[in-house]
């Protein structure tokens, strides 16, 4: 056919995941799984049960449980009206207030505190960078119902024992108290006499939050406003005796753990509802400090939300960047892992292969059966990239016998006598873990 005349095939659009929500692709996934047993772990030890809620919740929930003047409710939720009945949802930015609304809905705190955690992907409208996303993962607690500083220093070291489970050194504590709201309210008052007194060093956003939200101008990420912060009236010098002998008590109990940590009279929630302790998790990751996780006090959340009072404390982890500082200590991807591949001769062996591997399975080893046939060695390659141990091969003429073979995959592994041994298929299951176990206990080299 003349090629100017030929039509041209259209390929069909090349579709990609939407900019800042990433896939978590199979090599990366022992990283997680590594990360999300440490946590199951952790949690645990604690006493701490896992709670699911919803992806999707009333926008009015988050406007109320995280606050009007915060960076995630002015600019970052997806929000959106659903069409079927004109609710204004909104997919959720972060889980505490989600954890709070289902523990009301279900009356949780009726016969006492709860110690809850959740995991999960959170959505927030911001610009994609290293380690930030529209779409992440936390994980977190929430200790309910108990007021005492005691909770506090329970959530704080369930966060240490998770580094110390993961490998993490470096990952520094930060601690502030914010008080109660009249404390703040009084500070509130000197903090915006003493911007209003600089109002020309201040950036747009500060200008902005001058009188609704001054205390969140203290955390500000600007370099050119950050010495000004640094002067600025301490929220600390306007504690209480109560709110102070809350945060003595928690350095106290820190201590005799012997946690170190550090106070950052700046590090600040600036939601109205956060009182008493809070703080961060702070690491270096390329010489940029990164927080991996926040959390604090926030007795009048519970209240707010429309429950029965009942004080909270809890953090949320940032999932993706404690993953990034266990990439930084060099815990990389492992090799995919299965036990057994079985290799067959096509359809005349299909049947005895698919049972051979099914008694395999049922024997609790790790099988793939290998599908779509194709010759011996082409097999052989897929096996080898497998990261299988063993090759089951299952042909023909040895399944006439009634038999099949087993083939170490790799050199030098011992448990096997020779290169290839046959095997009578009945005992084929048998066989097989005998030889794995034997060769746990006795791995020579598998370089050799
Ligand atoms: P920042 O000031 O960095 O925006 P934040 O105050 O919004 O942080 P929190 O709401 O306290 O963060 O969330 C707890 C943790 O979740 C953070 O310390 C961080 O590790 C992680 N986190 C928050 N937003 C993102 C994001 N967009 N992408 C990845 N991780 C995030
Ligand atoms: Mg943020």
Known sequence: MDRTTQTKKTQPERLNGVRGMNDVLPADEPLWRRFEDAVAGTMRAYGYSQIRTPIVEHTRLFVRG???VTDIVEKEMYSFT?????????????????????????????????????AGPMFRHERPQKGRYRQFHQVGAEALGMAGPDADAEVILLCQRLWDELGLEGVRLEINS???????????????????????????????????????????????????????????????PESLAHFERLQGLLR????????????????DYYNLTVFEWVADVGGTALTVCGGGRYDPLVEMLGGKPAPACGFAIGVER???????????????????????????????????????????LDVILHCGGGSFKSQFKRADTSGAQLAVIVGADELARGEASVKWLRSGQAGVAGPQQSV?????AEVVVEAIVANQDNPEDPGQ
Request: proline fraction near 5%.
């Open 424 to 428: 009578a298929i009945d005992r084929l």
């Open 256 to 271: 005799s753990q012997n946690l170190p940590f550090r106070i950052n009279p700046r590090l600040v929630r600036g939601l």
């Open 82 to 118: 659903d069409s079927l009945n004109g609710e204004d949802l909104t997919l959720r930015p972060e889980n505490t207030a989600g954890v709070v609304r289902a523990v009301i809905e279900h009356s949780l705190l009726y016969d006492g505190p709860k110690r809850l955690w959740y």
């Open 178 to 240: 914010l008080g109660a709201s009249h404390e703040r309210r009084a500070h509130r008052e000197a903090l915006i006499g003493y911007f209003e007194a600089h109002r020309d060093a201040l950036d747009a956003e500060a200008q902005r939050r001058l009188h609704s939200n001054p205390l969140r101008i203290l955390d500000t990420k600007n370099p050119a406003m950050q010495a000004l912060a640094e002067q600025a009236p301490r929220l600390i010098d306007y504690l209480g």
């Open 66 to 68: 995280i606050g009007e």
């Open 322 to 364: 404690v993953l990034e500082l266990m990439r930084a200590r060099g815990d990389a991807a492992a090799q995919p892992q299965c036990d057994v591949y079985v290799v067959h001769q096509g359809d005349e062996t299909l049947d005895s292969a698919l049972q051979a591997a099914e008694r395999l399975r049922d024997a609790g």
